[in-house]
């Protein structure tokens, strides 16, 4: 049954083979390095967008309707169906096989060793996420960017490398929720009120509000860790936490 669902999908179509495939890859990594990017920050984007591919293929095919071709009987209909998820399941196999190459095989949260410092390219990720919702707020006024790396290696300090992986969606879901109270809070305190940049709502003037936001919300504690360790001001912290919550 599997080999006939394979046939009948494969038929009339013509997909790019193995050699291909890595042919793109080998020509990706050789542009990115050109580029200045470390071979082992480019290894892991490609690793990333190739286990998220598996992982929206399967989440687009799991909530599809199924049903089988033509018109063959119950036992016919009852043996593809049964055929389809057995691939499907499969296929969310490789996904998770795929993403545990690229951060490993620990999703929980867990001691700070489970939490290795943040790299450059985890880091950038972060800031391209941060950059549009921030934009939908506000206009911009960012902190200096050696200060902005600095706070976005404290919160990503309290995520396993799994969890970074997903940081991008968690955030937007994030600002989604809270969009009327995080509205409120940069019309109050963020660029183009009476708060001026530097103080205690320094946070609010930078895209990285948004992610330090988001952990106070879902990791405080760990997140005041990372910020200690950091050394970076306490003030920032408490006046974002204050805002957060005259925003309510």
């Known amino acids: ?52 591919a598996l992982a929206l293929a399967h989440k687009e095919l799991s909530g599809g309707d199924r049903s089988a071709p033509g018109d063959k009987g119950a036992a016919y209909e009852s043996g593809w169906l049964d055929g389809a998820e057995s691939l499907l399941e499969e296929l969310g196999d490789v996904a998770e096989r795929s993403l545990v190459r690229v951060v490993g095989a620990d ?65 937007t879901e994030f600002a989604s929720v809270h969009r009327p109270r995080l509205e409120r809070l940069f019309e109050e305190y963020g660029p183009g009120s009476a708060i001026t940049l530097h103080g205690r709502y320094s946070l609010v003037h930078s895209a990285t509000g948004i992610a330090v936001l988001e952990r106070l919300v879902a990791a405080p504690q760990g997140l005041r860790e990372e910020w200690d360790a950091a050394e970076l001001p306490p003030a920032w912290l408490d006046g974002l936490r204050m805002a957060w919550d005259a925003s309510a």
């Open 107 to 171: 999703g929980r949260q867990g001691p700070a060793e489970e939490h290795p410092r943040a790299g450059r390219m985890e880091v950038e990720r972060a800031r391209v996420a941060l950059t549009p919702l921030y934009r939908s707020f506000t206009a911009d006024s960012e902190l200096d960017p050696e200060v902005t790396d600095e706070v976005l290696v404290a919160v990503l300090g309290t995520m396993s490398p799994r969890q970074r992986a997903g940081y991008a969606g968690l955030l």
């Open 1 to 52: 049954m599997r080999e006939d669902l394979m046939s009948t999908a494969d038929e009339g179509r013509q997909w790019p083979d193995e050699a291909s495939v890595d042919n793109a890859r080998t020509t990706l990594l050789r542009l990115l390095a050109r580029a200045g990017v470390p071979s082992d920050d480019a290894r892991q984007l490609i690793g990333l967008l190739e286990a998220g």
